[in-house]
């Protein structure tokens, strides 16, 4: 049973550009989460994704946008990037919007802006 | 303003011994709490959660302890082995509740467990 996986698993980028980083969720989830986990710091929740549609979001800009498929799937997409965007970008799946101990997380793109 | 504080960003422990990880909190109305531990090129994992209706919650070698009153929770490994090495996070669900996916998270705290 494959768990949840992200790629790619690192990225470098310059200012101003455009990145895209993809989730799949673990078999059987339908709900998938993103977070921001800059260095010495706690991951922090972008936004969440379920039946395709963005239900709940976190304090970030509008540069900040993702996309869920009918295979549950996910994309985190991020315009003009900014050197503080440089982070470790977590996905989280889960059977529905409302689980938190039944959280399952990727390994993390690790996204650095030059 | 940070909602959920690990203010000790690294423990070192001798193996067998205990290690004790502390998480302050500034909302009285968190009422679920939650600890997740990180290898490096690893997602997080669940490890414990607790509810405030409880004070310690206990499974294998891991406890946690909420002490509602201080806004302060704790976990105690006891003993500690090498493979408990990790970042250990401590976490909350926005609305205070379990009902809600977006957890908030704290700094972690690296653990090196010495051999």
Redesign the interface.
Known sequence: DAGVTQSPTHLIKTRGQQVTLRCSPKSGHDTVSWYQQALGQGPQFIFQYYEEEERQRGNFPDRFSGHQFPNYSSELNVNALLLGDSALYLCASSLDPASTDTQYFGPGTRLTVL | DQQ?K?NS?SLSVQEGRISILNCDYTNSMFD?F?WYKKYP??????LI?ISSIKDKNEDGRFTVFLNKSAKHLSLHIVPSQPGDSAVY?C?V??SGS???????????TTLQVKP
């Open positions: 959920v690990q960003p679920y939650l090129a690893e997602g997080p994992t669940f959660s996070f976490a669900p926005d379990s009902n809600t996916g977006k957890l908030i998270f704290g700094q972690g």
